[in-house]
């Protein structure tokens, strides 16, 4: 089982609940196992942090990015956040939302061949 910080759950249920555009489309993609017969889970709290979606039988991590994560801070955080979810033993895909919005094709491709 995965660390988790109990104290995340509120804000991931509230995350759940206000999802962007761009993680609404994939999430219609990702939910009820569409790809591989794989189970997905949105606003997944792992350690600290939470991930916009988790794959336990493919131990894979699936981030949708706003702006803010092109920023130096916001990609410094996410070389933390990234470096300590790939030393769990997980993968994690980032896709830009743009690229949701305008390529969920491809995206969705993506996801199935790392799946």
Known sequence: MLPYNKKMKIL???????????????WSKLRMKQLKNCQFYRQK???????????????????????QHYMDE????????DSYIQRLGLKVLRFSDRDVLK????????VFNNL
């Open 74 to 81: 916001g990609k410094k955080k996410d070389e933390k956040r």
């Open 12 to 26: 991931a249920r509230n995350l759940r609940e206000n999802m962007t555009d761009a993680e609404r489309l994939i």
């Open 103 to 110: 390529n969920i094709n491809s995206v969705s491709e993506e």
């Open 45 to 67: 709290v792992i350690g600290n942090y939470i991930v916009d979606f988790y794959c336990p039988k493919a131990k894979l991590v699936v981030e949708v990015d706003g702006g």
